[in-house]
T-cell receptor, first 115, second 115 residues
Framework: KQEVTQIPAALSVPEGENLVLNCSFT??????LQWFRQDPGKGLTSLLL?????REQTSGRLNASLDKSSGRSTLYIAASQPGDSATYLC??????????????FGKGTKLSVKP | ETGVTQTPRHLVMGMTNKKSLKCEQH?????MYWYKQSAKKPLELMFV???????ENNSVPSRFSPECPNSSHLFLHLHTLQPEDSALYLC??????????????FGQGTRLTVV
């Protein structure tokens, strides 16, 4: 059964710092991995999707990497801003059919960027 | 705006009430999902519909009853809920199949409080 872990659970940094959020998963047979952002009481906003054949994806100040063999992904945020404060969720989609192909989420990392 | 719209955004209901949550997507996706998000827990997948057919019921109590009349609309009918059912209910949609981009898009959620 796939399990997704995100470390740390919470992170507080001063504005301008570069930071890394970590995600690990137990079953490397994934189809893709997706990073989301969630503001308090709101839905999820998709940030980046990495296919299993890819090593990284970039969007603006965000860079996500994937090491499928070791079951790890990182989300790098450059030059953090107070507006980046949110909970960041990692989810993996399995390769199998049926329930194995569903998105499995981690608990998220709550990021606070102080001005 | 993600292309997935949920109504209502907030709902307070008594344990004897019957209410429905609605989700609508305009992205041409063929799969729709209901997730439950409770405090300090990962997102829990509740139901999956592919091409209007239910393909996943993740051991959800019968007091939650999903309905998918077409690929663009998804409902969650609620009756005789318990206070522990209070949570943020999120709807998502995506393409399915290995030939498609299966990036998932989420609605803003319905914050449900059962009193």
């Amino acid at each position: 059964k796939q399990e997704v872990t995100q470390i740390p659970a919470a992170l507080s940094v001063p504005e301008g710092e570069n930071l890394v959020l970590n995600c690990s998963f137990t079953d490397s047979a994934i189809y893709n991995l997706q990073w989301f952002r969630q503001d308090p009481g709101k839905g999820l906003t998709s940030l980046l999707l990495i296919q299993s054949s890819q090593r990284e994806q970039t969007s603006g100040r965000l860079n996500a990497s994937l090491d499928k063999s070791s079951g790890r992904s990182t989300l790098y945020i450059a030059a953090s801003q107070p507006g980046d404060s949110a909970t960041y969720l990692c989810a993996v989609k399995g390769r199998g059919g049926g329930s194995q192909g569903n998105l499995i989420f981690g608990k998220g990392t709550k990021l606070s960027v102080k001005p | 705006e993600t292309g997935v719209t949920q109504t209502p955004r907030h709902l307070v209901m008594g344990m004897t009430n019957k209410k429905s949550l609605k989700c609508e997507q305009h992205l041409g996706h063929n799969a729709m999902y209901w997730y439950k998000q409770s405090a300090k827990k990962p997102l829990e997948l509740m139901f999956v519909y592919n091409f209007k057919e239910q393909t996943e019921n993740n051991s959800v109590p019968s007091r939650f009853s999903p309905e998918c009349p077409n690929s663009s609309h998804l409902f969650l009918h609620l009756h005789t809920l318990q206070p522990e059912d209070s949570a943020l209910y999120l709807c998502a949609s995506s393409h399915t199949g290995t030939a498609m981009n299966t990036e998932a898009f989420f609605g803003q959620g319905t914050r449900l409080t059962v009193v």
